[in-house]
């Protein structure tokens, strides 16, 4: 069965640092991986997702990430942090079968301090 | 275009009660999947429906029950409601349901069950 597992619940960083989100999946077949923010009392909006085309991946507000197969991981990184990337961050995985079923991590909080 | 909308946002029950939460769907979008957040979790995965059927399950009990209609909105039932059901409830719809198709969730229904 597909799983994600992110390490670290909460990272701070300060503004204008480099942020790293760990992300490491487990998958007995090429998976789908995905990263979703969620800003307080809010829904999860998209950051990118990887779905075996080009190994790094690009997406919204400057973050990407890259998928290493050899390392089992899908990092996200941002060069520069800012105030307004402070929230929850997750990656997910589909499971093969008739659903895209979304496995989810269990997330973590960024903060980002002056 | 407008997005995925649930309703209401916030709902209070108690025990043994039942609930329905609505979503409807991105325009176009022909699969709706449903999650439960709770507090400090990653979002679970419930079950799909993919053009008024149902195309997977998660491991939630048969008090959790849903509905698609044939304009793809959707509705989410839970009976008996216990305690444990307090969470966010999110929904998300994708155009199709192939397993590398982006979910856009809404804002999600926060349930307290007291």
């Known amino acids: 069965a597909q799983s994600v597992t992110q390490l670290g619940s909460h990272v701070s960083v300060s503004e204008g640092a480099l942020v790293l989100l760990r992300c490491n999946y487990s998958?007995?077949?090429?998976?789908?991986l995905f990263w979703y923010v969620q800003y307080p009392n809010q829904g999860l909006q998209l950051l990118l997702k990887?779905?075996?085309?080009?190994?790094l991946v690009k997406g919204i507000n400057g973050f990407e990430a890259e998928f290493k197969k050899s390392e089992t991981s899908f990092h996200l990184t941002k060069p520069s942090a800012h105030m307004s990337d402070a929230a929850e961050y997750f990656c997910?995985?589909?499971?093969?079968?008739?659903?895209?079923?979304?496995?989810f991590g269990t997330g973590t909080r960024l903060q980002v301090t002056l | 275009e407008t997005g995925v909308t649930q309703s209401p946002t916030h709902l209070i029950k108690t025990r043994g009660q039942q609930v329905t939460l609505r979503c409807s769907s991105q325009?176009?979008?022909?699969?709706v999947s449903w999650y439960q957040q709770a507090l400090g979790q990653g979002p679970q995965f419930i079950f799909q429906?993919?053009?008024?059927?149902?195309?997977g399950r998660g491991n939630f009990p048969p008090r959790f029950s849903g509905l698609q209609f044939p304009n793809y909105s959707s509705e989410l039932n839970v009976n008996a409601l216990e305690l444990d059901d307090s969470a966010l409830y999110l929904c998300?719809?994708?155009?199709?349901?192939?397993?590398?198709?982006?979910?856009?969730f809404g804002p999600g229904t926060r349930l307290l069950v007291l």
């Open positions: 990887y779905t075996s085309a080009a190994t």
């Open positions: 998300a719809s994708s155009l199709d349901s192939g397993r590398q198709e982006t979910q856009y």
């Open positions: 325009s176009g979008h022909n699969t």
């Open positions: 997910a995985v589909t499971r093969t079968g008739t659903a895209s079923k979304l496995t």
């Open positions: 429906y993919y053009r008024e059927e149902e195309n």
């Open positions: 998958s007995s077949v090429p998976p789908y």
